[in-house]
C-alpha cells in the first residue's frame, strides 16, 4: 500500500507545454506539500494546502497552479513549461505537530526540451 | 544566510568507522528538527525527529544544541548501506509546518 503516490513517475515534455502531476496520500494526513529538488538537489518547498486550503505559496512563477479537491489530493497543473522548469518534484504529506515528518510521493522527475 | 546549512562533503570513511555531521540553522524560533536521508535518484525518507534533550536509534545518535543552533547526526560502526545523502531538517520561518531542508552531506561507506 503506497501511502503518498504521484503519477507519472518520468515525464518529458517539450517547451511551452502544459503538464499536471497528481499526488494521493493514503494516511489520513491533513496537510499535503509540493517540493521541487533541482539540479544542485536542493528540496525547495512550492506550495502547501492544509485540509484544502494553501497555506504556503512560495516565491513560484504563477505559471504553476496547485489544485486540491479533497485533503487526500494534491496535483500541481504547470502551464507553458519552461527549460528551467525541468526538475525533481515531490509530493510529501504530515500530520500537524511535533514529532511528524513528512512521507514523501517517490517523485517526478520533469524534463522539458 | 541560507536558513539550514550542511557541509556537503562527500564524506568518505571505512566500514564500521564513526562519522558525524553537523548542521546549522538561522531561524532561532525554530522548534522541529529531523534528519533524513536520500538515496540517489529515491525520495527522502524521515530517519529521526530530533529531540531538544538528545536521542538514540540504534547506531544513530541526534543532538540539538539551541544556544549554538546546531543539530547533529553520529553514525555508529558504519555500514556500507548507509552510504547516502542525509539531509538535516528545521521548520523555517513563519510557518510552523514549513520544513526547511538543508542541502544535505553525501556519505560513502566504504568496504
Known amino acids: 500500500d503506497t501511502a503518498v503516490s504521484q503519477t507519472p513517475k518520468y515525464l518529458v515534455t517539450q517547451m511551452g507545454n502544459d503538464k499536471s502531476i497528481k499526488c494521493e496520500q493514503n494516511?489520513?494526513?491533513?496537510?499535503m506539500y509540493w517540493y521541487k529538488q533541482d539540479s544542485k538537489k536542493f528540496l525547495k518547498i512550492m506550495f502547501s494546502?492544509?485540509?484544502?486550503?494553501?497555506?504556503i505559496n512560495e516565491t513560484v512563477p504563477n505559471r504553476f497552479s496547485p489544485k486540491s479537491p479533497d485533503k487526500a489530493h494534491l496535483n500541481l497543473h504547470i502551464n507553458s513549461l519552461e527549460l528551467g522548469d525541468s526538475a525533481v518534484y515531490f509530493c510529501?504529506?504530515?500530520?500537524?505537530?511535533?514529532?511528524?515528518?513528512?512521507?514523501f510521493g517517490s517523485g517526478t522527475r520533469l524534463t522539458v526540451v | 544566510r541560507k536558513e539550514v546549512e550542511q557541509d556537503p562533503g562527500p564524506f568518505n570513511v571505512p566500514e564500521g568507522a564513526t562519522v558525524a555531521f553537523n548542521c546549522t540553522y538561522s531561524?532561532?524560533?525554530?522548534?522541529?528538527f529531523f534528519w533524513y536521508r536520500q538515496d540517489c535518484r529515491k525520495e527522502p525518507k524521515l530517519l529521526m525527529s530530533v529531540y531538544s534533550s538528545g536521542n538514540e536509534d540504534g547506531r544513530f545518535t541526534a543532538q540539538l544544541n539551541r544556544a549554538s543552533q546546531y543539530i547533529s547526526l553520529l553514525i555508529r560502526d558504519s555500514k556500507l548501506s548507509d552510504s547516502a545523502t542525509y539531509l538535516c531538517v528545521a521548520n523555517g520561518e513563519n510557518y510552523g509546518q514549513n520544513f526547511v531542508f538543508g542541502p544535505g552531506t553525501r556519505l560513502s561507506v566504504l568496504p
Open positions: 510529501a504529506s504530515s500530520q500537524i505537530g511535533w514529532p511528524y515528518g513528512y512521507t
Open positions: 494546502y492544509n485540509n484544502k486550503e494553501l497555506i
Open positions: 531561524n532561532s524560533a525554530s522548534q522541529s
Open positions: 494516511l489520513g494526513h491533513d496537510t
